[in-house]
T-cell receptor, first 114, second 112 residues
Framework: EPEVTQTPSHQVTQMGQEVILRCVPI?????FYWYRQILGQKVEFLVS????????KSEIFDDQFSVERPDGSNFTLKIRSTKLEDSAMYFC????????????FGSGTQLSVL | GENVEQHPSTLSVQEGDSAVIKCTYS??????FPWYKQELGKRPQLIID?????GEKKDQRIAVTLNKTAKHFSLHITETQPEDSAVYFC???????????FGKGTTLSVSS
């Protein structure tokens, strides 16, 4: 069964550093998403992406965040200057049908900002 | 904005019993309601979903019911098995938006 893959599984960084989280969505999917989950809290929507542009973003997705599809397979989330409160599990997801439905999630990247 | 409340936060049942998890949502424009299962250390997986034009949907031992008037929806698992033990998340989506708003999750423990 095709899966969304994410790398790395764990990322430790110093406050103020830039991090890039990588995702390979399912190959025939066209809609891509980033969600995050702070320990013990809800899964929260960050951004959706389609046709090489952002479709929707939440209040969390401020200027320090950016997304990119640099080639035909990868989808990345960049955090420019990490803060302690960015520590969370970051999930990438993709879907075929769009409109935020039938999402397939990756296994996540645990980001720890020290 | 949309808010999704999920109850209970933990649920313990005996194998063979039924389990019910309930969620309420705030925005009447919500029209899509998926349920995800997340086993320890694994990714969330979609187990069932329902749209607002349907009142109930069933898939083997799993069913979801939706009450649009009361703005709540529930997950029903019958004949529970130890492998049903996981964290279950409900979510809701508003209109043509792409964002899923998740509940806080229910940790289901099925003991044999």
């Amino acid at each position: 069964e095709p899966e969304v893959t994410q790398t790395p599984s764990h990322q430790v960084t110093q406050m103020g550093q830039e991090v890039i989280l990588r995702c390979v969505p399912i190959s025939n999917h066209l809609y891509f998403y980033w969600y995050r989950q702070i320990l013990g809290q809800k899964v929260e929507f960050l951004v959706s992406f389609y046709n090489n542009e952002i479709s929707e973003k939440s209040e969390i997705f401020d200027d320090q965040f950016s997304v990119e599809r640099p080639d035909g397979s990868n989808f990345t989330l960049k955090i420019r200057s990490t803060k302690l409160e960015d520590s969370a599990m970051y999930f990438c997801a993709s879907s075929l049908t769009g409109l935020g439905e039938k999402l397939f999630f990756g296994s996540g990247t645990q980001l720890s900002v020290l | 904005g949309e808010n999704v409340e999920q109850h209970p936060s933990t649920l313990s049942v005996q194998e063979g019993d039924s389990a019910v998890i309930k969620c309420t949502y705030s925005d009447s424009a919500s029209n899509y309601f998926p349920w995800y299962k997340q086993e320890l250390g694994k990714r969330p997986q979609l187990i069932i979903d329902i749209r607002s034009n349907v009142g109930e949907k069933k898939d083997q031992r799993i069913a979801v019911t939706l009450n649009k008037t009361a703005k709540h929806f529930s997950l029903h698992i019958t004949e529970t098995q130890p492998e049903d033990s996981a964290v279950y998340f409900c979510a809701a989506k508003i209109g043509t938006g792409t964002a899923l708003i998740f509940g806080k999750g229910t940790t289901l423990s099925v003991s044999s």
